[in-house]
């Protein structure tokens, strides 16, 4: 199995945030004796990101992303997940309720 991971954010690339994710899942992985054939760090921009997601979907078996996921306007995961994957983003009620039920009152 083909497994890569995409680590997203502008402050892994300028030194402002040390990269501990690909360490802690390379570790967690080769405990259940898989290993990660490649590990790319990007910036947070659409493009770039949805352009990564597409190549490592032709070439991958999974693809795990780290980063990119608050609530800033420079996380562009899951918006960069919905080009690559020519789909389009919707709210849904039914889920959100169910997360709400399961987090609120954390």
């Known amino acids: 199995m083909r497994i890569e991971l995409l680590n997203i954010g502008d402050e892994l690339l300028d030194g402002t945030i040390v990269d501990t994710n690909s360490t802690w899942l390379a570790d967690a992985l080769h405990g259940k004796g898989l290993s990660i ?45 919905a080009v690559a994957a020519g789909a389009e983003l919707r709210f849904d009620e039914a889920v959100w309720q169910q997360i709400v039920a399961l987090y609120g009152e954390r």
């Open 37 to 81: 054939a490649r590990a790319t760090r990007l910036p947070d921009r659409l493009d770039v990101i949805a352009d990564e997601l597409r190549a490592i979907a032709a070439r991958a078996d999974v693809c795990i992303t780290t980063g990119g996921l608050g609530p800033t306007t420079d996380d562009l995961t899951v918006d960069a997940l």
